[in-house]
């Protein structure tokens, strides 16, 4: 019973970094009708600009001497500036030049896009070996076996060394962060405006909204969800390598097209279902752990067949 | 001066001028119609006036003002609102929550106001839905009691009356209606001439410019006819006069007929 609990645990854990992503996604797709595919990237990305700027902020002695709370709220505040201009770059330079072509381009050029991202974070993040030892060494030792440069990720949240904090942090930030979020769209102008352009762009612009600044704004929220969702992500892992945002990013998106694109409860439902599907295979078949992924993924294909619009999504009929 | 006046508007898509050298102008209280065959260029022509495509040669000018190249949002807030051929209607939204969307620009509630909801905010939206009531009321009063109904469950010359009091809620000097009547029977075509003319009756100093394809409509509503045809304008005056113009009659049914 407890090793399920535990589970459950880890499930609910996996699950809400992947939620964010989802979110990240179908906020994209939203208010675009466009498939942001780096965005897995742009998380990672955010993680790794934390991960340098703790090196830094840890070098300068700034770690010891200012209170843990603060330097973790400025790590998490660069992160969010580095991932809303990543954002707000990805928007300018992937996807408007494209407007007026079909979709499958802004969606080649965001794949293109998130090479690139995860190439020049590998380019920056050579092998340290010395941030390594530290968490492949002693008894609970964690075999790396993926990844070229494989970096520790601070574990900033894991206060007096427990995990249970940690774990209980992830959850409710993100928990908070769904909150601000469903408040944002739901209550706010500029989350109602970006909500009318998802649905109808036309009446959008003849209502008096500005589409593009909406747009740009779009980017600057996903940005810091993504933002918190790396952060989140690294701290959980423990370690990141550079080419984390690929799977994570699939992932996000598999849950997003689970629980039906456009719909912010969707991707919660999505990520929670294949962090489940995943935990649950990893636990209980017998060297689950590498079949995790192929399930989670059959379970996504399966819903592509069976239910396309997902979990919530609903069904669009095109009238000819 | 003119309300709208555009002069020598002309949009190139790729090599070919969907609207060429048009020079148009309406006054204030008048409704012109625009006719013409399929293809003629009256609905991009309304999409160049309320900004959704950049003009490639001439002007708009809304009161004496320049508007040509603003975005639709800063056309909008200028006092230009329209409704399009087919529905553009967020079916998941009620009724009053469709009519609101139109008073979205003028409504000063900020974030913090939504946070706190002072009465200020409470007293502004209890406004904006008294309105928007007010104005689905004059076209039909029943559509009060379906208020919070989904729009998708709505009729479709509800859904209609709808669009226009969304885009006449926030008092317009210029509305421009894309085929009003299309895909309504004979009967609820009647019933939405009457709907503009007492658009007229509400708000005397607007201007409509209107497109349709029905006669009926177009020879009893409308003061002046403007026809299209190839991009150009064809013909201009009443519709009896209009309508036996050789051109008009050509453009319409060929060479033969002439």
């Not at chain 2, 064809?234 to 008009?248: Q, R, S, T």
Request: overall charge neutral.
């Amino acid at each position: 019973m407890e090793y399920l609990l535990d589970l459950i645990w880890s499930a609910v854990l996996l699950g809400c970094t992947y939620t964010l992503v989802a979110i990240g996604f179908s906020l994209f797709f939203g208010v675009m009708d466009v498939v942001v595919f780096c965005c897995g990237d742009i998380a990672i990305f955010g993680a790794f600009s934390i991960l340098a700027s703790y090196t830094i902020l840890n070098s300068l002695g700034i770690m010891t001497a200012w209170p843990l709370l603060l330097v973790i709220l400025l790590l998490l505040l660069i992160g969010i500036i580095f991932c809303m201009a990543l954002g707000l770059l990805t928007h300018r330079f992937s996807i408007k030049p494209f407007e007026k072509s079909s979709a499958l381009m802004p969606l080649l050029s965001t794949i293109a896009l998130g090479t690139v991202i995860r190439e020049v974070i590998g380019l920056m993040f050579m092998p340290a070996t010395n941030g390594l030892a530290d968490v492949v060494a002693g008894e609970n030792a964690i075999h790396v076996v993926s990844g070229r440069n494989p970096q520790s990720f601070p574990s900033l949240l894991s206060l007096g060394g427990s995990t249970d904090t940690r774990n209980i942090i992830i959850v409710a930030v993100t928990v908070v962060i769904l909150l601000l979020l469903f408040f944002f769209l739901n209550k706010t102008k500029m989350g109602l405006s970006m909500q009318a352009i998802s649905q109808n762009k036309e009446l959008s612009l003849m209502t008096g909204i500005n589409v593009s600044r909406s747009i740009v704004i779009t980017f600057v929220i996903g940005g810091v969800v993504l933002a918190i969702s790396g952060f989140l992500l690294g701290n959980y892992q423990t370690i990141m390598s550079f080419d984390n945002g690929s799977m994570f990013g699939i992932k996000g998106f598999s849950a997003a097209v689970v629980g039906g694109l456009r719909n912010t409860w969707g991707a919660i439902l999505g990520g929670m279902l294949l962090a489940f599907v995943e935990v649950m295979v990893s636990g209980y078949v017998p060297n689950g752990s590498a079949y995790a992924s192929i399930i989670a993924f059959v379970v996504v294909v399966v819903f592509i067949i069976f239910k396309p619009e997902g979990i919530i999504g609903e069904k669009t009929v095109e009238k000819v | 001066m003119a309300l709208l006046e555009t002069k020598d508007l002309s949009i190139n898509f790729g090599g070919l001028w969907a609207v060429k050298d048009v020079d148009f102008t309406i006054d204030s209280q008048e409704v012109v119609g625009l006719i013409g065959p399929n293809g003629s260029g009256k609905t991009t022509f309304l999409n160049i006036i309320s900004g959704i495509y950049p003009a490639t040669k001439g002007t708009v000018h809304l009161r004496g003002e320049d508007i040509t190249g603003l975005k639709p949002y800063e056309i909008f807030k200028k006092g230009m609102s329209r409704t399009y051929q087919s529905s553009r209607l967020c079916w998941d939204l009620s009724v009053v929550d469709n009519i609101m969307a139109g008073l979205v620009t003028k409504q000063k509630a900020g974030f913090l106001d939504v946070i706190l909801r002072p009465k200020k905010t409470n007293d502004e939206i209890y406004q904006s839905v008294q309105e928007c009531m007010d104005m689905i009321s004059y076209f039909n009063p029943k559509l009060i009691d379906r208020r919070y109904e989904l729009t998708k469950n709505i009729p479709h010359i509800d859904r209609r009356r709808i669009e226009i009091s969304r885009a006449l809620v926030g008092h317009p000097a210029v509305l421009l209606l894309d085929e009003p009547t299309a895909g309504l029977n004979d009967e609820e075509t009647m019933s939405m001439m009457e709907d503009i003319r007492k658009i007229k009756e509400k708000m005397q100093d607007i201007c409509i410019i209107i497109i349709e394809h029905d006669m009926k409509v177009m020879e009893s509503v409308p003061q002046r006819i403007v026809v299209f045809n190839a991009g150009m304008k064809i013909a201009e005056g009443l519709y009896k006069d209009v309508v036996k113009d050789p051109d008009v009659v050509h453009a319409y049914l060929g060479g033969a007929a002439v």
